[in-house]
């Protein structure tokens, strides 16, 4: 089953930004539509933004206009660009393969994800 490794958390200031990575272990990367969740303490794992193979991509909508997924085929990994951080939006940042058109997890397991912490 394909892994994945999530880097570039930290604790970050209020309207601060970050960059999140997410290498895959697989040669095949350019076949999954790959997916950012995040789980706050005490609330479900939540699909944050996703991206096709295609290059099309889908946000909820609490991060619109704040956060930007992009992929690089050619290193397998997916990025998420996280400007204006918000107080909620502190979290742990996991990575994960995706089915369409539902966004849901594709795969079970997951990695040990980057925390987030936004706070003043």
């Known amino acids: 089953q394909v892994q994945f490794v999530e880097s570039g958390g930290g604790l970050v200031q209020p309207g601060g930004s970050l960059r999140l990575s997410c290498v895959a272990s697989?040669?095949?990367?350019?076949?999954?539509?790959m997916g950012w969740f995040r789980q706050a303490p005490g609330k479900e794992r939540e699909l944050v933004a996703g991206?096709?193979?295609?290059?099309?991509?889908n946000y909820v909508d609490s991060v619109k206009g704040r956060f930007t997924i992009s992929r690089d085929n050619a290193k397998g990994t997916v990025y998420l660009q996280m400007n204006s951080l918000k107080l909620e939006d502190t979290a742990v940042y996991y990575c994960?393969?995706?089915?369409?058109?539902?966004?849901?997890?594709?795969?079970?397991?997951w990695g040990r994800g980057t925390q987030v912490t936004v706070s003043s």
């Open positions: 697989t040669s095949f990367f350019r076949m999954y539509n």
């Open positions: 994960n393969a995706v089915r369409t058109p539902t966004w849901r997890a594709a795969n079970d397991i």
């Open positions: 991206i096709s193979t295609g290059g099309g991509t």
